[in-house]
């Protein structure tokens, strides 16, 4: 089975601080992907990075893949209160229909 | 346009019970698949299926049954609850499932199941 880490677990922060959050593995992904998840709610999907060393913004939010396919970043700049909840990574195993999920980042921003 | 669909949001049973969670979804997704989500650890796949007639286990499949014998629904036995099974249950759909361009996967609102 493959394993996606992520860092930190847990991360609080006051409004308009930066931060990055991580997603590592030691098998290669052919993409990956980022949820954010609210309580009470499904994951809903933010962005699908495909080729090493890629980068996707998206608003505030700068997605990165690594250029060996193993890992990639999340960083939020200003972050905002609306910007709160579980951050989940997810991996697609070259030719296997299925996703491999990380263990989340829960974020808090605080106003 | 209802999205994936779950029910019941919420369930208590008692150890040795089976029931079943139903999920549907009316985008003609060709892909479902089942997760539970427990502290810590993230969506754990369970069982998935890439069209009508035809499904496969995943990363933890021993106690759950699936099977898909429509394109809309794809339902989620527990055969005799045990308290390990006592997690949130998330049912998704996608057109065409993983690929190297992976389609969205969209989420159920998830069902939450206790077992005593």
């Known amino acids: 089975t493959q394993l996606l880490e992520q860092s930190p677990q847990f991360l609080s922060i006051q409004e308009g601080e930066n931060l990055t959050v991580y997603c590592n593995s030691s098998?290669?992904?052919?993409?990956l992907q980022w949820y954010r998840q609210e309580p009470g709610e499904g994951p809903v999907l933010l962005v699908t990075?495909?080729?090493?060393?890629e980068v996707k913004k998206l608003k505030r939010l700068t997605f990165q893949f690594g250029d060996a396919r193993k890992d990639s970043s999340l960083h939020i700049t200003a972050a905002q209160p609306g910007d709160t909840g579980l951050y989940l990574c997810?991996?697609?195993?070259?030719?296997?229909?299925?996703?491999?999920f990380g263990t989340g980042t829960r974020l808090t921003i605080i106003p | 346009n209802a999205g994936v669909t779950q029910t019941p949001k919420f369930q208590v049973l008692k150890t040795g019970q089976s029931m079943t969670l139903q999920c549907a979804q009316d985008?003609?997704?060709?892909?479902m698949s089942w997760y539970r989500q427990d502290p810590g650890m993230g969506l754990r796949l369970i069982h998935y299926s890439v069209g009508a007639g035809i499904t496969d286990q995943g990363e933890v499949p021993n106690g759950y049954n699936v099977s898909r014998s429509t394109t809309e629904d794809f339902p989620l036995r527990l055969l005799s609850a045990a308290p390990s099974q006592t997690s949130v249950y998330f049912c998704?759909?996608?057109?065409?499932?993983?690929?190297?361009?992976?389609?969205?996967?969209?989420f159920g609102p998830g069902t939450r199941l206790t077992v005593t």
């Open positions: 990075v495909v080729t090493g060393g």
């Open positions: 998704a759909s996608s057109w065409q499932g993983p690929t190297p361009r992976f389609d969205e996967q969209y």
């Open positions: 985008m003609n997704h060709e892909y």
């Open positions: 098998s290669v992904f052919s993409s």
């Open positions: 997810a991996g697609v195993d070259f030719g296997n229909e299925k996703l491999t």
